[in-house]
């Protein structure tokens, strides 16, 4: 079947812009991560959901960052005001369950800012 | 709070070499372990798990062992093909992951 998508694979924006970058997961998995990785540096998490609510949003790094997933499938992580800061590989992860133990993780977008 | 420590590299090894990756945590709780591993051009895709102390992990000739005495979790392998060659990151959790940097493995024909 198929595996979790991401679009855009690569976004390149300007400081002080808006972006939506967008997840689409394994079809059934009710839980759905967030990760942003920086150049020579492991995955760290930002969001998670399980359903449609954020089970955990303690990763987001401040008021910027903002993540929704209205019907409980499809996710969309949205950035203000992007900072050069923000650029990094961000991924998307999706598991059957919250807890369940293994993540299937998409190709991730590549998001740099000017 | 949680936290992960890699070894530092890159790794590189010849064909059939043996293989060890270190990777230490500090953990609050039970966490799962894992092995994650990034091919050239490739997502993470998971590698190996173990869910309580004492279990062994295992996949593809990698083994893994959860030792919570060492609070270690090595990677090893007994004899590495060049098509292992990508970067291995060390993982723990139970719902959102903590990951270390990674390391980058080559291994030389």
């Known amino acids: 079947g198929a595996g979790v998508s991401q679009t855009p694979s690569n976004k390149v924006t300007e400081k002080g812009k808006y972006v939506e970058l967008r997840c689409d997961p394994i079809s059934g998995h009710t839980a759905l991560y967030w990760y942003r990785q920086s150049l020579g540096q492991g995955p760290e998490f930002l969001i998670y959901f399980q359903g449609t609510g954020a089970a955990d949003d303690s990763g987001l790094p401040n008021d910027r960052f903002f993540a929704v997933r209205p019907e409980g499938s499809v996710s969309t992580l949205k950035i203000q005001r992007t900072e050069r800061g923000d650029s990094a590989v961000y991924l998307c992860?999706?598991?059957?369950?919250?807890?369940?133990?293994?993540?299937?993780f998409g190709p991730g977008t590549r998001l740099t800012v000017l | 709070g949680d936290s992960v420590t890699q070894m530092e590299g890159p790794v590189t090894l010849s064909e059939e070499a043996f293989l060890t990756i270190n990777c230490t945590y500090t953990?609050?709780?039970?966490?799962?372990l894992f092995w994650y591993v990034q091919y050239p051009g490739e997502g993470l895709q998971l590698l190996l798990k173990?869910?309580?102390?004492?279990d062994k992990g295992s996949n593809k000739g990698f083994e893994a062992t959860y030792r919570k005495e060492t609070t270690s979790f090595h990677l090893e392998k007994g004899s590495v093909q060049v098509s292992d060659s990508a970067v291995y990151f060390c993982a723990l959790g139970n719902s959102k992951l903590t990951f270390g940097k990674g390391i980058t493995l080559s291994v030389r024909p």
């Open positions: 173990a869910t309580k102390a004492d």
């Open positions: 992860a999706s598991s059957r369950e919250q807890g369940y133990n293994e993540q299937f």
């Open positions: 953990a609050t709780g039970y966490p799962s």
